[in-house]
């Protein structure tokens, strides 16, 4: 019985202080609407096409008991209408995903999204997409130090 109530004690005392020591985890998650617009390049004809609507978050955050936050996401545009240089409509989708994680110690940080718009025309145009990759890793100062961009455009037909 001594030995039974030692390691119970023994492992409260441990349990105990680890959580003294240590911060519980957290999360929560969050769905935002935001205004968006832009604009690209047809590469099927050249025409300019400028974009807007409105563009739905679900965005996760999560923070360990050491302080590292991960921010997390999915966006997908709601209700987007392309209008062309030269007179051609555009209905675009689009979905993106996206990451930030960060240490609760300093500046360090990286941040990456990628993204996939197809813009389908509503007449004689060609419909088109675009895929983007972006990541930026930032220094314990908060500098960039390193930027990676791939932006690619395709003509569907």
Same mark, same amino acid.
Request: charge should be negative; proline fraction near 4%.
């Given at each position: 019985?001594? +030995?039974?109530?030692?390691? +119970?004690?023994?492992?409260?005392?441990? +349990?105990?202080?680890?959580?003294?020591?240590?911060?519980?985890?957290?999360?929560?998650?969050? /769905?935002?609407?935001?205004?968006?617009?832009?604009?690209? %390049?047809?590469?099927c004809?050249?025409?300019?096409?400028?974009? =807007?609507?409105?563009?739905?978050?679900? %965005?996760?955050?999560?923070?360990?008991?050491?302080?590292?936050?991960?921010?997390?996401?999915?966006?997908?545009?709601?209700?987007?209408?392309?209008?062309g240089? +030269?007179?051609?409509?555009?209905?675009?989708?689009?979905?993106?995903?996206?990451?930030l994680?960060a240490?609760?110690?300093?500046? =360090? /940080?990286?941040?990456?999204?990628?993204?996939?718009?197809?813009?389908?025309?509503?007449?004689?145009?060609?419909?088109?997409?675009?895929?983007?990759?972006?990541?930026?890793?930032?220094?314990?100062?908060?500098q960039?130090?390193? %930027?990676?961009?791939?932006?690619?455009?395709?003509? =569907?037909?």
């Open positions: 019985m001594r +030995l039974v109530v030692s390691f +119970l004690a023994a492992t409260g005392l441990a +349990l105990g202080g680890v959580a003294a020591w240590a911060a519980p985890a957290t999360s929560s998650t969050s /769905n935002i609407e935001l205004p968006v617009s832009g604009s690209v %390049v047809n590469p004809t050249g025409e300019s096409v400028a974009w =807007q609507g409105t563009a739905h978050f679900v %965005v996760h955050q999560t923070v360990t008991s050491n302080g590292r936050e991960t921010l997390s996401g999915h966006v997908n545009f709601q209700g987007i209408q392309g209008q240089s +030269l007179g051609n409509t555009y209905q675009v989708t689009n979905t993106a995903n996206f990451e994680t240490s609760g110690d300093s500046a =360090q /940080n990286e941040f990456t999204t990628t993204a996939a718009f197809l813009f389908v025309s509503q007449g004689p145009a060609p419909n088109f997409d675009s895929h983007t990759t972006y990541h930026v890793t930032f220094d314990a100062s908060g960039p130090t390193a %930027v990676v961009t791939r932006n690619e455009t395709s003509c =569907q037909g």
